[in-house]
């Protein structure tokens, strides 16, 4: 595999914690602005993919096993699927934490408001297990797709 | 082949005539943007999304709370892409 210039690594290098960043904070004010887990998922994995594509898949297939990934996927869905379980007392996916005193469950006033971070019941809980999943999944897939057609031995034939 | 060729062209004419055809009885039933036939869902979920998910973003509350059923079919067609594409390249992963 040709090695990229230095240039291309240590913009990646710089970019890549601002891309995260970025994802993250997509991922936690899903229930506030535009977004939520499956976009910042993606933001966050093609920063992941900057990384593949800068520094090789090799070197970064050392730092990172597919099967962690795996694990981090099988998580995030078990997460999703345990959180909407909670308030099965009442129908599957009931939002049994809105409205309560606990973590989350502020109801804002009605129309437009600042936004508060600890609002929406299980929807930021929901938000952060689906973003997990993406983020875990689709950097599996760009990392198996990388590794699988690098040069060196990876094409068939 | 060139009679293939006629009549895959033929086939092509009545398909497209009859798609068009069906379409134009529909032109002046277009509703205006914004009018929609049965706005009682959107109505419901604007006014009470607020108050029920305590979620300020309306999407976000119906797409994991009112319809959370949808959001787990979409990810479990996730779960599947990665769990092909590892099934199928993992031998090229490895070897």
Redesign the interface.
């Known amino acids: 595999m040709d090695e990229t210039s230095k240039i291309i690594k240590t913009v990646s290098s710089v970019m890549f914690p601002f891309v995260t960043i970025y994802g993250l904070y997509v991922i936690l004010h ?5 977004g ?1 887990g ?1 976009q910042g998922g993606a933001i966050v994995a093609s920063g992941c993919a900057l990384l593949v594509v800068a520094f090789g898949s090799d070197a970064i ?1 050392k730092r990172v096993k ?1 099967s962690q990934l ?1 694990l981090l ?1 099988s998580i995030g ?1 078990l997460g ?2 345990s959180l ?1 379980f909670v308030g099965i007392a009442t129908t ?2 009931y ?1 049994s934490l ?2 309560t005193k606990f973590l ?5 006033p ?2 437009s ?1 600042p ?1 508060y971070l600890s ?5 930021p809980l ?2 952060l297990a ?1 973003g997990t ?2 983020i875990a ?2 950097f ?2 760009v990392l ?2 990388a ?3 690098r040069k060196k ?2 094409r ?1 034939k | 082949m060139r009679s293939r060729d006629a009549v895959a062209l033929i086939a092509l004419v009545l398909l497209g005539s009859f798609m068009i055809m069906s379409v134009l009885p529909l032109a002046n039933m277009i509703r205006p943007f914004g009018e929609p036939v049965n706005p009682e869902m959107d109505d419901y979920i604007i006014t009470h999304a ?8 309306a ?3 119906v ?3 009112y319809r ?2 949808d ?2 079919g ?2 479990t067609v ?2 599947t ?2 769990a092909g ?2 099934l199928i ?2 031998r ?2 490895h ?1």
Not at chain 1, 104 to 108: D, L, Q, V
Not at chain 2, 50 to 57: K, L, M, S, W
Request: charged content about 10%; aromatic content about 12%; proline content about 2%.
């Open positions: 899903g229930h506030l602005t535009p939520g499956f297939a597919e795996s996927e869905a999703f699927i909407a599957f996916f939002n809105a409205g989350f469950g502020k109801i804002p009605y129309g408001n936004g609002s929406g019941g299980l929807l929901m938000n689906v999943k993406v999944g689709l599996a897939i198996i797709l590794i699988a057609t031995g990876g068939s | 607020q108050n029920e998910t305590g979620a300020n973003n999407v976000t509350s797409v994991f709370d959370g059923f959001t787990l979409e990810a996730l779960f892409a990665v594409v590892i390249l993992r090229y992963a070897g």
